[in-house]
């Protein structure tokens, strides 16, 4: 199996900043996408960033309401995805989820796995 332990989430003001980390670890051959989603009560997960493998790190991309504030980034030999975020506003408020898509084998079929959560809360 595969976990994705998430961490960095919690409090912070208007304005803020604060940064998340996922690591994945387990039955790992290799990871490809890896990303991040949020979601609040009542509404749909939906998606924050995302990035690609990649020697150099991967391509990335944003939802709308993130670009220029987040940041995300990755470290292929920790298996790690990063969401850097700054000038946090009050409509950033979810719970953050981690994704990555992973390759148990030589078996080129992947596999999603999902974080457990992280909340965070941007207020005064």
């Known amino acids: 199996q595969v976990q994705l332990v998430e961490s960095g989430g919690g409090l912070v003001q208007p304005g803020g900043s604060l940064r998340l980390s996922c690591a994945a670890s387990?039955?790992?051959?290799?990871?490809?996408?890896m990303g991040w989603y949020r979601q609040t009560p009542g509404s749909q997960r939906e998606l924050v960033a995302t990035i690609t493998s990649g020697a150099t790190g991967g391509r990335t991309n944003y939802a709308d309401s993130v670009k220029g504030r987040f940041t995300i980034s990755r470290d292929n030999a920790k298996n790690t995805v990063y969401l850097q975020m700054n000038s946090l506003k009050p409509e950033d408020t979810a719970i953050y989820y981690c994704?990555?898509?992973?390759?148990?084998?030589?078996?080129?079929?992947?596999?999603?796995?999902w974080g457990q959560g992280t909340q965070v809360t941007v207020s005064s």
């Open positions: 387990g039955d790992i051959f290799s990871v490809n996408n």
């Open positions: 994704y990555a898509g992973v390759r148990r084998s030589w078996n080129p079929r992947e596999y999603d796995y």
